[in-house]
């Protein structure tokens, strides 16, 4: 059974950056696509971004295009979500996922995840 543990969340000024982890254990890291969602409060889950099992193909929210990047390491078992230029609106819960098999760009639904961490807190003050 795969698990997931999210950190690196924490309380950051707006403008400033906080990088998030997933390490990944109980199944083969490397052949799994990976993704971040967030949920601020009152506000229900959505995606943020996802890269493909090999590191060659990665989708962003268009709200954080341009400031967070996606990567992983296929020997560490772990994803990275780095955050730049927060803003308050990126406040919220952040989730790591991952799943075995996406199709087209069914990647932007939770219902695709197969597995979720237990999230990690990202406050950003103004």
């Known amino acids: 059974q795969l698990q997931l543990e999210e950190s690196g969340g924490g309380l950051v000024q707006a403008g400033g950056s906080l990088r998030l982890s997933c390490a990944a254990a109980?199944?083969?890291?490397?052949?799994?696509?990976m993704g971040w969602f967030r949920q601020a409060p009152g506000k229900e889950r959505e995606f943020v971004a996802c890269m493909s099992w090999n590191g060659v193909t990665a989708y962003y929210a268009d709200s954080v295009k341009g400031r967070f990047t996606i990567s992983r390491d296929n020997v560490k078992n772990t994803v990275y979500l780095r955050m730049n230029s927060l803003e308050p609106e990126d406040t919220a819960v952040y989730y790591c996922?991952?799943?075995?098999?996406?199709?087209?760009?069914?990647?932007?639904?939770?219902?695709?995840?197969?597995?979720w961490g237990q999230g990690t807190q990202v406050t950003v003050s103004s």
């Open positions: 109980g199944r083969t890291f490397s052949t799994l696509n």
């Open positions: 996922a991952a799943v075995d098999k996406i199709s087209g760009s069914n990647y932007y639904y939770i219902r695709t995840w197969d597995y």
